[in-house]
T-cell receptor
């Protein structure tokens, strides 16, 4: 099983809403990632969790708040987003010691109105 | 800054061979990945190079020259399903992966 599951698949929210994106993997991977991908652009790294601790924050605005409740789950809490935050949000996981090959979920397509 | 450049678009014929180039200038280098991404889908892993040379995996091969900051992905016996974007990605530090601009490949009959 090399599956990374993301929910919801689509999300529409207003600028005053609070919502959360969820990501789950059962491959025993200890590193999990959030990426943002705008249309026709490559994915951009946002956050990395390693052994359930935040190891990398690529200077992401505080309106995005990641959380890793356990080794299989990764959340991204959204609050007071801007229309320019509309994008595809991808979650990935990797097995730490093996080439760091990342397995991606199908993503959540977010629209901020 | 990090620069990872690829051609924006390429077109090739079914059954042919195509080479997609990637040049990079990054602060740090641990390895280079190639991913395939079909429209509206997640990237999927194709290959990984850390040492200079050619890695072959079925119809796909990837080459790396660290001294030249250069890699290419070679796709043989092209099939229509190979129409996708191909992303070069550099692991420039532990867990820090930066993706290139991506190459959209169209395979025509």
């Amino acid at each position: 099983d090399t599956e990374v599951t993301q929910t919801p698949k689509h999300l529409v929210m207003g600028m005053t809403n609070k919502k959360s994106l969820k990501c789950e993997q059962h491959m025993g991977h200890r590193a999990m990632y959030w990426y943002k991908q705008k249309a026709k652009k490559p994915p951009e790294l946002m956050f990395v969790y390693s052994y359930e601790k935040l190891s990398i924050n690529e200077s992401v605005p505080s309106r995005f708040s990641p959380e890793c409740p356990n080794s299989s789950l990764l959340n991204l809490h959204l609050h007071a987003l801007q229309p320019e935050d509309s994008a595809l949000y991808l979650c990935a996981s990797s097995q730490e010691q093996v080439k760091n090959i990342q397995y991606f979920g199908a993503g959540t397509r977010l629209s901020v109105l | 800054g990090q620069n990872i450049d690829q051609p924006t678009e390429m077109t090739a014929t079914e059954g042919a061979i195509v080479q997609i180039n990637c040049t990079y200038q990054t602060s740090g280098f641990n390895g280079l990945f190639w991913y395939q991404q079909h429209a509206g889908e997640a990237p999927t892993f194709l290959s990984y190079n850390v040492l200079d040379g050619l890695e072959e995996k079925g119809r796909f091969s990837s080459f790396l020259s660290r001294s030249k900051g250069y890699s290419y992905l070679l796709l043989k016996e092209l099939q229509m399903k190979d129409s996708a974007s191909y992303l070069c990605a550099v692991e420039r530090g532990y867990q820090k992966v930066t993706f290139g601009t991506g190459t959209k490949l169209q395979v025509i009959p």
